[in-house]
């Protein structure tokens, strides 16, 4: 392994270069006191995964420039330049942890749903709303240990694969990490908030005002609206919104489109497999699309088709204010001109807007308006988080698509 006092590598392609040599990559300022120890423990869990793993806890090389998404942006990244089956973590700072499962027998969407699963378990036992890197690494690579369950497995789904004493052990170690943490990571160290109670008539209230509102922009400038605004005492702290990098969103969305198909072929014949399909339909013709929205859109109705193959009538919904997140973990207040309303959100925006921060919006271009500040149907829909269900999901989507 790469000692901790040597400079990890600045660039992706030395990172990639690295990871090639020694599989796992523990930066110091990311170790939280416990570097050494959490890099050998690591070591030891991505010996046992039954394919080749990759771990890197760095700090953002300068040439990435994608905020929250960093970890992500890297986990593919990486994956395309090492090019070798297998499993790929990174956990960069005051980022989501990125994971990428490719070319094995496994099913993506499923482990890192099984996972997310696990990590909250753990989150929760240690009090702390999101996990210290090196401790959330070691989670998920447990979870792949636990060989988590799969779209043609009778198991149980939902539960943590974890037992209760290797709980108890990441938790406690969760907190001794905690007083060592950096300012980056400190800050996020809190009690759990309770989860989303996104009820029918949230999604009514928020749809609606959302609506009317859209219609009123068309006659105003958003400038001329004193009350528009997320919450009044936001502070923009963050740097300038960049959009994603459409291509690495539409491969993103091809491969889990793939794999949807492939769940489709062997899922039992159903109301789950019928909104699956819906899914599947109306996501085919938007990963076409020359529209980043639209190939957004893409990814999260595949998301939401593989989601539904697990959960049935357990809707997917995605994070309201930037559904490249993930899936909302809890809700936010949220102002639209005179009224405040509740919208579905994930763990990183919504501490963002506990800390009166600015959370990293979805934007179309460098600079750009936030794109539910737009006239189109993800802003209407909130790419589905405001919406009653899949299936009205794919209708208003085919809807928009037939009157263009």
């Known amino acids: 392994m790469i000692s901790a006092d040597v400079p990890y590598p600045d660039t992706v392609a030395a990172l990639a270069d690295a990871l090639r040599r020694d599989p796992v990559i523990v930066h110091e300022t990311l170790g939280g006191g416990d570097t050494d120890e959490g890099m050998d423990r690591i070591a030891r869990l991505v010996a046992r995964v039954p394919f080749r793993t990759y771990v890197a806890v760095v700090e953002t090389p300068p040439e990435v420039d994608a905020g929250m998404e960093s970890g992500r942006y890297l986990a593919t990244a990486l994956s395309r330049r090492i090019d070798e089956p297998g499993l790929y973590v990174v956990a960069t700072e005051q980022a989501v942890t990125g994971i990428r499962l490719v070319g094995t027998a496994w099913d993506e969407t499923h482990f890192e749903l099984q996972a997310t699963t696990d990590r909250e378990t753990v989150a929760d036992a240690a009090g702390v709303r999101i996990l210290s890197p090196t401790v959330d690494v070691e989670t998920i690579l447990r979870t792949a240990l636990a060989e988590p369950v799969g779209p043609d497995s009778n198991a149980l789904w939902g539960d943590s694969t974890l037992d209760g004493g290797l709980v108890?052990?990441?938790?406690?170690?969760?907190?001794?990490?905690?007083?060592?943490?950096?300012?980056?990571?400190?800050?996020?160290?809190?009690?759990?908030?309770?989860?989303?109670?996104?009820?029918?008539?949230?999604?009514?209230?928020?749809?609606?005002?959302?609506?009317?509102?859209?219609?009123?922009?068309?006659?105003?400038?958003?400038?001329?609206?004193?009350?528009?605004?997320?919450?009044?005492?936001?502070?923009?702290?963050?740097?300038?919104?960049?959009?994603?990098?459409?291509?690495?969103?539409?491969?993103?969305?091809?491969?889990?489109?793939?794999?949807?198909?492939?769940?489709?072929?062997?899922?039992?014949?159903?109301?789950?497999?019928?909104?699956?399909?819906?899914?599947?339909?109306?996501?085919?013709?938007?990963?076409?699309?020359?529209?980043?929205?639209?190939?957004?859109?893409?990814?999260?109705?595949?998301?939401?088709?593989?989601?539904?193959?697990?959960?049935?009538?357990?809707?997917?919904?995605?994070?309201?204010?930037?559904?490249?997140?993930?899936?909302?973990?809890?809700?936010?207040?949220?102002?639209?001109?005179?009224?405040?309303?509740?919208?579905?959100?994930?763990?990183?925006?919504?501490?963002?807007?506990?800390?009166?921060?600015?959370?990293?919006?979805?934007?179309?271009?460098?600079?750009?308006?936030?794109?539910?500040?737009?006239?189109?149907?993800?802003?209407?829909?909130?790419?589905?988080?405001?919406?009653?269900?899949?299936?009205?999901?794919?209708?208003?989507?085919?809807?928009?698509?037939?009157?263009?």
Do not use: I
């Open 168 to 404: 108890d052990d990441l938790a406690a170690r969760e907190r001794e990490l905690t007083p060592y943490e950096t300012p980056v990571w400190s800050e996020e160290y809190a009690s759990p908030s309770s989860p989303v109670d996104w009820t029918a008539g949230k999604r009514w209230m928020v749809g609606s005002t959302v609506g009317g509102l859209l219609l009123a922009v068309l006659l105003q400038s958003l400038h001329g609206w004193p009350g528009w605004r997320r919450r009044p005492a936001l502070v923009h702290t963050a740097r300038e919104l960049v959009p994603p990098d459409v291509a690495e969103v539409r491969a993103e969305a091809d491969a889990g489109l793939t794999a949807l198909a492939e769940a489709l072929a062997t899922a039992p014949a159903g109301p789950r497999s019928d909104q699956a399909a819906l899914a599947r339909e109306a996501a085919e013709p938007l990963l076409r699309s020359t529209d980043l929205r639209d190939v957004v859109g893409a990814l999260v109705l595949v998301r939401a088709g593989r989601h539904v193959l697990v959960h049935g009538a357990r809707s997917y919904r995605a994070c309201y204010v930037n559904p490249l997140h993930g899936a909302a973990k809890r809700s936010a207040q949220w102002r639209f001109g005179d009224t405040e309303v509740e919208v579905p959100v994930c763990r990183a925006c919504g501490r963002a807007f506990a800390g009166g921060q600015a959370p990293a919006a979805l934007v179309v271009r460098r600079g750009g308006r936030p794109y539910y500040e737009e006239d189109t149907v993800w802003a209407r829909t909130g790419y589905g988080s405001l919406t009653a269900d899949l299936a009205d999901l794919t209708r208003q989507v085919a809807g928009e698509r037939r009157s263009r």
